[in-house]
């Protein structure tokens, strides 16, 4: 089993920062892709950004050049650098880790369902 503790959330006016953590405890040795959903009111879950064991990471359309998906496998944390933040932003962000033996491109593909291991969410709330 593999627990997933995010942090990092929180209120912050548009165009400015916040950086998301996630801790990961347990079996962490069986992870391998590990990313951040994020769900705003109303709406479906989406995959924000992903980032495989190795580095390769990809990032939906609307965060691209704002957003920088990292992980520290020694520290066992995933991070996610939000900058230029909108009031679109605003969601309650996810952490997802899989220990599935699949690739970057496969694992865009399968979207939440590629996941067997979630987080509780933190909150980002940014205002206009």
């Known amino acids: 089993q593999v627990q997933l503790v995010e942090s990092g959330g929180g209120l912050v006016q548009a165009g400015g920062s916040l950086r998301l953590s996630c801790a990961a405890s347990?079996?962490?040795?069986?992870?391998?892709?590990m990313g951040w959903f994020r769900q705003a009111p109303g709406k479906e879950r989406e995959l924000v950004a992903i980032?495989?064991?190795?580095?390769?990471?990809y990032y939906t359309d609307s965060v691209k050049g704002r957003f920088t998906v990292s992980r520290d496998n020694a520290k066992n944390t995933l991070y996610l650098q939000m900058n230029s933040l909108k009031p679109e932003d605003t969601a309650m962000y996810y952490c997802?880790?899989?220990?599935?033996?699949?690739?970057?491109?496969?694992?865009?593909?399968?979207?939440?369902?590629?996941?067997?291991?979630w987080g509780q969410g933190t909150q980002v709330t940014v205002s206009s």
């Open positions: 997802a880790a899989s220990d599935k033996l699949f690739d970057i491109a496969t694992m865009v593909r399968r979207g939440r369902g590629g996941y067997n291991y």
């Open positions: 347990g079996s962490i040795f069986s992870l391998n892709t």
């Open positions: 980032i495989s064991r190795g580095g390769s990471t």
